[in-house]
């Protein structure tokens, strides 16, 4: 499974942005898709969840309310919409997949850089 994120870039405190995942290859293997984030001089840090089958959703409590993941199952994309942005929300974002290969997300994309500065 290969996977592509992008949509991040420059973004003033407030605004909006919407990343996009796109998997391909052996995607027929995905069960659930999730979003990172690793700020400057920070550990990784989740983001969200969502079950590619069931659809079922969960946000981490940093970025509940503001941040929504939603997938496009037929188009094998992952989203995430984050929203009313703040300068703790900069971070390089990545999409992961898990497939049951093993216990965690066995496939990530190579990430997208978001910044949030007035």
């Known amino acids: 499974v290969q996977l592509q994120a992008s949509g991040g870039g420059w973004v003033q405190p407030g605004g909006s942005l919407r990343l996009s995942c796109a998997a391909s290859?052996?995607?027929?293997?995905?069960?659930?898709m999730g979003w990172f984030r690793q700020a400057p001089g920070k550990e990784r840090e989740f983001v969200a969840l969502i079950d590619w089958r069931s659809g079922t959703k969960y946000v981490g409590a940093s970025v509940q309310g503001r941040f929504t993941i939603s997938k496009d199952s037929a188009k094998n994309t992952l989203f995430l919409q984050v929203n009313s942005l703040t300068l703790e929300d900069t971070a390089v974002y990545f999409c992961?997949?898990?497939?049951?290969?093993?216990?965690?997300?066995?496939?990530w994309g190579q990430g997208t850089l978001v910044t949030v500065s007035s």
């Open positions: 992961a997949a898990r497939t049951g290969r093993t216990d965690g997300y066995d496939y």
């Open positions: 290859g052996h995607t027929f293997s995905v069960s659930g």
